[in-house]
């Protein structure tokens, strides 16, 4: 029995971090159908700039705001620089420039930081909590608390605020939104420097865990991507029970299976969600009007 | 300006930019940036160091180093098109590099063709078994890295074993390894897991090799994992101590485990890690504290194995065109294999004509991290 408890709390570790990340996905996929494969970039930023503001003596809290505003200040300028100038494109090609922009950041970071791997020290600690003869480590639990409250407040700002409503409606339709009165290219900026923003705290909350290097994100991005995909795109509930169950599912796998099909056996999972849901878990059904 | 005008200058510019022609084109092929950077990143400044010193104080035999280095990224397919690149164009008379298995395996048919000697700085034990006529290798294998720590946890009275490795290149191949010498060297592996080279959590396979009795716990990875299996085999309150590959031999490493979590670890590893606690007779003491202080005022980083392995490269070169008294590349690959008591940061370097490595287990000293440092175990 402790080793299930011991193989669900690393599952819930993993899984946590997954589902952050996924959550930096939803924001720009619900104002664009735009899938940014430069989220896992915005993780790596948040965790590197903290790292070296840290190590430059700046206390830990102070560096981490910096990561994060300064990363979102990142994410708008790529909007501004390489998404807003090829606005008519179709929306393959801005994914394929959101894939233009990772390699681009990728090769920036290894040049103004170093190519070495970093970590800074937990929040609370190395003391690992002891629960019914498995451990957790206070980190992860200041992950999963990230990862919820994210979740909420995003929920909050979809469901209860007119800005949220103005990002779903230039999703749905540009034109109407911008014929309602919606300035869709703020709106654009708006979702780019808070997906940037998540996507930063991601990296500060998980770098003690994950350790950090100039070329994280394409791993993480990578994962989240598919924990966005199983909980259904652009909803943020299911990007944070994807992520969660994308953990599990690889924890048990390691424990139970054997580690050599961890990744197999969770990407097998999901081919079969998305075969019997192609919506995934939580993604609303998508009709298209001819 | 007519075209032949255009040429002339162009011809003109060329031959000025160019090296003048006694220089010895020395080639590289290195994996600066890409998955192995932390590898290939001390190597180069390691040799452009190196080579700029060797210059200021006169070169080799009286001519100037001129260093041909690319970086292959960590591809072998890149590697490959350097390695002809380097030989058919720039016309070097020796390669140092091959930073990863890799890159180095793609590297050796097109040195081996046109028979330039070859340097390489990657970890298999493939690359000079069976022995190739003109390739050589300075670090040592990941066989006796395995053969060095069997030989520890037998001393302590360990026999059953747990192992945990990455599923990277590194990793696999001397998991590969260690199972393959562990019972000649008297232990039995009890647990064999695997992790990804990226994950951010091992409990699952150390509680399952807890589970198994294991009375010592070897995990064989370069990289973060590594430091994540250290981290986690604390939190677990394993009582079976954790061995490290060589693979991990620098001070990054105790960094990002944690100088708690990393207390008691002990790992394989070349002297140039401890180049202050050598005995002040030990022949290897001026070479390794001689790079170490150069490596570290001149980049401000704390100097690891990896760029040891490109320094030892390049003096073996250097001494062998020196003997050799000769730039042709037949004369430098005879002279490198006549290499004998030459003392590198890895240890020191015998080569014979079976014998491509020149390393024995005694060039490894067994480390104890204790209180974030290293020290060695007697």
Same mark, same amino acid.
């Given at each position: 029995m402790p080793e299930l408890l011991q193989f669900l709390f690393s599952g819930l570790t993993v899984g946590a971090v997954y589902a952050l990340v996924a959550l930096g996905f939803t924001i720009i996929y619900n104002a664009?159908?735009?899938?940014?494969?430069a989220q896992g970039e915005f993780v790596m930023l948040g965790g590197m700039i903290t790292v070296f503001a840290h190590a430059a003596g700046l206390p830990l809290l102070l560096a981490a705001g910096i990561a994060i505003a300064a990363t979102a200040v990142i994410g708008v300028a790529l909007n501004k620089l390489a998404i807003e100038p090829a606005r008519g494109a179709p929306v393959v090609s801005l994914i394929i420039i959101t894939i233009g922009a990772s390699i681009f950041l990728r090769g920036v970071a290894s040049l103004v930081f170093d190519k070495q791997i970093h970590r800074f020290p937990a929040f609370s600690g190395d003391a690992p909590f002891r629960i019914g003869g498995a451990t957790i480590l206070p980190q992860s639990l200041w992950v999963i608390a990230g990862g919820v409250a994210v979740f909420i407040a995003l929920w909050l700002f979809f469901t209860r605020t007119l800005t949220g409503k103005a990002v779903l409606a230039t999703s749905n339709n540009r034109l109407a939104a911008q014929l309602v009165g919606i300035n869709t290219n703020w709106v654009m900026t708006l979702s780019f420097a808070l997906s940037a923003a998540i996507g930063a705290l991601a990296g500060v909350l998980a770098t003690p865990i994950t350790n950090t290097s100039y070329d994280v994100g394409i791993a993480l991005a990578l994962k989240g991507f598919a924990a966005a995909m199983l909980g259904g795109m652009g909803n943020p509930k299911g990007a944070l029970v994807g992520g969660i169950l994308l953990g599990i599912l690889e924890a048990l796998t390691a424990g139970y299976l054997s580690s050599q099909y961890k990744d197999a056996a969770a990407f097998i999972v999901i081919l079969l969600v998305l075969f019997i849901m192609p919506q995934g878990l939580f993604g609303a059904r998508q009709t298209e009007r001819v | 300006m007519t075209i032949r005008t255009l040429m002339s200058t162009a011809a003109a510019l060329t031959a000025l930019a160019g090296p003048a022609l006694a220089d010895i084109n020395i080639g590289a092929s290195i994996s600066?940036? +890409?998955?192995a950077a932390f590898l290939g990143d001390p190597e180069a400044k390691t040799l452009r160091m190196e080579v700029e010193k060797i210059n200021a104080e006169g070169g080799i035999i009286g001519e100037p180093i001129n260093l041909i280095m690319y970086d292959d990224g960590g591809d072998p397919n890149k590697a490959r098109t350097f390695a002809t690149r380097l030989v058919e164009d720039d016309e070097v008379v020796a390669v140092i590099g091959g930073t990863t298995t890799g890159t180095t395996m793609a590297m050796v048919p097109v040195y081996e063709d046109a028979e330039i000697p070859f340097i390489s700085l990657a970890g298999a034990v493939e690359i000079i078994e069976p022995v190739k006529e003109f390739v050589f290798k300075t670090p040592h294998t990941d066989r006796m890295a395995c053969e060095k720590i069997f030989e520890d946890m037998a001393a302590r009275g360990f026999s059953r074993i747990g192992m945990i490795s990455g599923s990277d290149g590194f990793g696999k191949s001397m998991q590969a390894q260690c199972k393959d010498v562990a019972e000649a060297s008297g232990v039995e592996i009890v647990a064999d897991e695997v992790y990804g080279p990226q994950d951010a959590d091992m409990t699952p396979q150390l509680t399952n090799i807890k589970g198994s009795g294991a009375e010592a716990i070897l995990n064989s990875g370069m990289g973060q994992g590594p430091a994540v299996v250290t981290r986690n085999h604390t939190q677990l309150a394993i009582d079976a101590p954790l061995y490290q590959s060589? +693979?991990?031999?620098?001070k990054q490493f105790i960094e990002l485990a944690g100088s708690e979590a990393a207390e008691g670890v002990r790992l394989p590893a070349a002297a140039l890690l401890v180049a202050d606690q050598l005995a002040e007779d030990d022949p290897q003491k001026p070479v390794v504290v001689g790079y170490r202080d150069g490596y570290e005022s001149e980049t401000g980083e704390d100097v690891s194995t990896f760029g040891g392995h490109a320094y030892d490269a390049l003096y073996i070169l250097k001494a062998a065109i020196e003997s050799a008294g000769s730039t042709e590349p037949a004369a430098i690959r005879d002279a490198i294999e006549a290499t004998s008591g030459f003392v590198g940061t890895a240890g020191e370097v015998n080569f014979s004509g079976d014998d491509h490595l020149g390393l024995t287990l005694d060039a490894f000293e067994m480390l104890e991290i204790k209180d974030g440092n290293w020290t060695i175990v007697e």
């Open positions: 664009s159908d735009v899938v940014n494969f | 600066e940036t +890409g998955p060589h +693979g991990v031999a620098s």
